[in-house]
């Protein structure tokens, strides 16, 4: 789709549909009052009559309105106007892209995004329009045959701006959201595509070719260089897959090369049947989602490379099957992390910590700044925050602050979530330094201790995203989450927000 931002009026727009919107109790908004005057009341006296009354979720269609120069007008409600919020106004840009994609305009000039959103100023509502329209317009539809086609797709949205003066700051904003809304698409591809399809080989494919469009550095660890590295705790998760692991790295560098870097390790378990500890076959299909994490940081260094930020990231991504085979670790099991700390394997599903731990150790040398992992890591994450938080964890409470702040800003919520010492006896072996599970409660939190002691020389934090990476049911499909945290995130870092 192609963006565009004008400040003008809404009767003088020259395009296929002009979107306003009506508050509950049949309150125009300003945009809405200006097409009423140059109709000389049209607007007003349809809404008297009851056909819009506000309520969130509705919409109306009017075709020819007097006194303007585009061809439809489309009515938005937009709820109580003293409830008006962030959600709100995401809401109504939703409710107005998907109406739009089903109306015969192919352009349309949007004037919701002009709306006051408490504590939010115009680079925000330019960004998050720009972010939530083309999320709503995502497919994946590469595997059918058939595709359905929408009959006149909207091609082109004008956001409109109340002053001149804005335009500037609108017009970076469109940017930055133009750029996370790709990589939101990356990621959600990445996810989507079938566990055949998407395996470790693929994933080293695309983040070379990556490299190679936006100038990234790209190094791919094959099993020997994990082998030198003493990487067995990975190792052991890769063993029973015929597909070869491959530790991927990419680096992009926006800032001096003495800037230490901000590092991503995203989990990349292209499918987790649970191995020996084989998984019910329910939903199994699902566990092609266990290498969101890494698809997550991809997204988030395309949409960095894409803003040109001036700082250094760089991304590891550790990926493998977790397959059951006659090779395969058995529970019981006692390896080695390249951190020298020795684990033992009781259940062979808890095999993303297994893995993200000698990444972690791997982002040693890269002197990080801070370190972030991203991981579809627990179910009991998902029965602690549902689909609608992620799980946060840190060994920092600024960190965990900037992080959170960065979910609220990009309404990409996280939540803080304990890393007590109390909670690490629970992670005792009797034959090794620990074990790779900790028992019944918890699961969230011993997930994350596990990790801690490997993240003991640098500032760290790690998102659980078991419920938020991907939705089941009937609109099944990857969300491109937490690509919008992450980057707020680093736009905050890279000094480009307020
Ligand atoms: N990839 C799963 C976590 C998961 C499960 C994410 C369901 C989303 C939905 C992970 O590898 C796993 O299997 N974790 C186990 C850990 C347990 C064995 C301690 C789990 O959560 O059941
Ligand atoms: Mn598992
Ligand atoms: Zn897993």
Redesign the pocket.
């Known amino acids: 789709m192609e963006f565009s931002i004008k400040s003008g009026s809404p009767e003088k727009q020259r395009s296929a549909c002009v979107v306003v919107g009506v508050f509950e109790s049949r309150k125009l908004t300003l945009p809405a009052e200006l097409l009423d005057k140059a109709g000389g009341g049209y607007i007003g006296d349809i809404i008297r009559r009851g056909d819009m009354e506000g309520k969130s979720g509705t919409t109306l269609l009017l075709h020819n309105v007097p006194g303007t120069l585009c061809d439809r007008v489309l009515l938005v409600g937009l709820g109580k106007e003293k409830d008006f919020r962030e959600k709100e106004f995401g809401q109504a840009i939703r409710t107005a892209v998907k109406t739009l994609n089903e109306t015969g305009a192919f352009d349309a000039s949007i004037f919701l995004t002009e709306l006051a959103v408490k504590k939010r100023d115009v680079a925000w509502r330019i960004r998050q329009t720009t972010i939530i329209a083309l999320d709503a317009t995502y497919r994946f539809d590469q595997f059918k045959s058939k595709k359905d086609e929408v009959r006149r797709p909207l091609r082109k949205l004008t956001l409109g701006v109340e002053r001149r003066n804005e335009l500037t700051l609108a017009e970076e904003a469109l940017a930055q959201g133009q750029a996370i809304a790709e990589g939101m698409a990356l990621a959600k591809d990445l996810g989507n595509l079938p566990p055949n399809v998407c395996n470790p080989a693929y994933l080293a494919t695309r983040a070379q070719a990556m490299a190679g469009e936006l100038g990234l550095n790209c190094e791919i660890l094959e099993r020997a260089d994990m082998e030198k590295l003493g990487m067995q705790s990975l190792l052991s998760v890769a063993n029973g897959a015929h597909q070869p692991p491959k530790l991927i790295v990419l680096g992009y560098q926006g800032a001096r090369s003495g800037e230490k870097p901000l590092v991503l390790v995203g989990k990349g378990?292209t499918f987790?049947t649970?191995g020996i500890?084989l998984?019910p076959a329910a939903e199994m299909d699902?566990?092609k989602?266990?290498m969101c994490g890494a698809a997550s940081v991809l997204g988030t260094i395309l949409a960095v490379a894409r803003m040109k930020l001036s700082l250094n990231l760089t991304v590891i991504i550790p990926a493998t099957e977790?397959m059951p085979g006659g090779n395969a670790t058995r529970p019981g099991d006692i390896v080695t992390s390249m951190s020298g700390q020795t684990i033992e394997i009781l259940?062979t599903?808890?095999?993303?910590r297994l893995i993200l731990c000698d990444a972690l150790s791997y982002a040693e040398r890269f002197e990080p700044d801070t370190v972030i992992d991203v991981a579809?890591?627990?179910?009991?994450c998902?029965v602690a925050l549902g689909g609608i938080a992620s799980g946060l964890f840190a060994n920092k409470d600024g960190l965990a602050r900037d992080l959170l702040e960065a979910g609220d800003e990009a309404h990409d919520r996280a939540w803080h979530m304990p890393l007590w010492d109390d909670y690490q006896e629970l992670l005792k072996s009797p034959f090794a330094d620990m074990a790779n599970?900790?028992g019944r409660y918890g699961?969230a939190i011993t997930?994350a201790c596990f990790l801690s002691r490997f993240t003991k020389k640098f500032d760290w934090a790690h998102l659980d995203i078991?419920?938020t990476a991907w939705k089941s049911g009937a609109d099944k499909g990857a969300t491109g989450r937490p690509v919008p945290l992450l980057t707020h995130y680093l736009l905050q870092r890279a000094g480009k927000l307020n």
Not at 349 to 352: F, K, N, S
Not at 376 to 380: D, W
């Open positions: 378990v987790d649970g500890s998984k699902e566990m989602y266990d977790n259940n599903d808890a095999e993303g579809t890591l627990t179910g009991a998902v599970i900790g699961g997930a078991a419920g």
